[in-house]
């Protein structure tokens, strides 16, 4: 039996989410089993079946007996927030911020988009100032990979010579260097005749180094939250 195609438009979603905030432990895996087996997900529907799986998942947990009567507000931030960091930041340094853009309507809530927290702000001189000892160490690195891509080039140039008397099946690198390099992006086949050419022992052009240093615009913006500027024209909460 062919699986129904779904798409946004079609709304399909919207139920799953209302389903979702009535679940049980009991209901649970039919209504995931449902979300995943039972439709042909496009880009986006994927998606919200993903989320309505957590969502139905973390209300049915709450309902268990052994939540015993469900978590509070404060605690439900506190889940939102594991989910947010461990789920799609796990190399953040410096903090997460939430604003509620319907906070604009209302005077009082100005602070919350002019100003950070000391220890935010503090997380943050400390990362940036990390983050150009890495930059500069990369740097050196690439440096030092450079002198050694040259000497490897000179070889090659050697080495080739004798791999194309050896191979005269293949075309000469002059010809087409390109059938020497590694291969970057690129279909099935070509991977899988990359594949075959490493396998047999393939005569490859050396790797050139990549500098991965930051470019020098973010240097600079780091070197100011070093010195003690404090980007994008925030300031300090009050104390």
């Known amino acids: 039996m062919m699986k129904p195609v779904i798409t946004e438009e079609m709304k399909v979603h919207e139920e799953w989410y209302k389903e979702a905030e009535n679940m049980t432990m009991g209901k649970l895996p039919k209504f995931l089993n449902h979300l995943m087996e039972d439709y042909q997900h496009d ?35 506190c889940v939102m927030w594991e989910f947010i960091r461990v789920f799609n930041y796990k190399n953040n340094k410096c903090g997460l911020r939430l604003l509620d853009m319907d906070n604009l309507l209302y005077p009082q809530y100005a602070d919350k988009f002019y100003t950070i927290s000391e220890n935010t702000w503090k997380a943050v001189q400390k990362e940036a100032a990390e983050r150009i000892k890495q930059s500069e160490a990369a740097h050196e690195k690439y440096i030092d990979d450079m002198e050694r891509y040259k000497k490897d080039v000179k070889q090659f140039l050697i080495d080739v010579k004798q791999f194309e008397a050896e191979h005269p099946e293949y075309p000469k690198y002059e010809d087409n260097p390109q059938f020497y390099q590694h291969i970057g992006a690129g279909t099935l086949e070509e991977h899988e005749e990359h594949q075959e050419k490493v396998e047999a022992g393939f005569l490859f052009e050396p790797r050139k180094p990549y500098d991965g240093s930051a470019h020098p615009a973010v240097i600079a913006h780091w070197l100011r939250i070093v010195d003690g500027e404090i980007p994008f024209g925030l300031r300090l909460e009050e104390q």
């Open 43 to 77: 880009y986006g529907t994927i998606c919200h079946a993903l989320s309505a799986g957590a969502l139905a998942t973390v209300h049915a947990m709450n309902e268990a007996p052994s939540a015993r009567g469900g978590i509070t507000g404060f605690q439900a931030a």
